[in-house]
């Protein structure tokens, strides 16, 4: 589901993309919308990106940092995580 920047993730979704779109307003060329993945009915275990711009949901832990470019632009500082299902 793809969203405007303006907008943020619903409780129990994360970020995983962001990018950008003439939709959400024009002008630079910098992300302005994002991709948002719910959570819910995942089993235990499972392991998924995050973008940093979200906050994992209870029940989900942080399992390692880094970047990619899916996550936003500029530099290599770790923008996006995996993280994992606990309970």
């Known amino acids: 589901m793809g969203a405007c920047a303006s907008s943020i993730a619903p409780s129990g979704w994360v970020d995983v993309s962001w990018y950008y779109t003439s939709s959400c307003g024009t002008g630079s060329f910098t ?5 948002i993945k719910q959570l819910a009915g995942y ?5 998924t990106l995050a973008c940093g711009s979200s906050i994992a949901p209870p029940g989900w832990v942080d399992v390692s940092w880094y970047y990619t470019s899916s996550c936003g632009t500029g530099s290599f500082t ?3 995580r995996t993280i994992k299902r606990i309970y």
Do not use: E, I
Request: aromatic share 0%; hydrophobic share 25%; no cysteine.
């Open 31 to 35: 992300p302005n919308a994002h991709t």
């Open 78 to 80: 770790p923008n996006a």
């Open 43 to 47: 089993p235990v275990g499972t392991t």
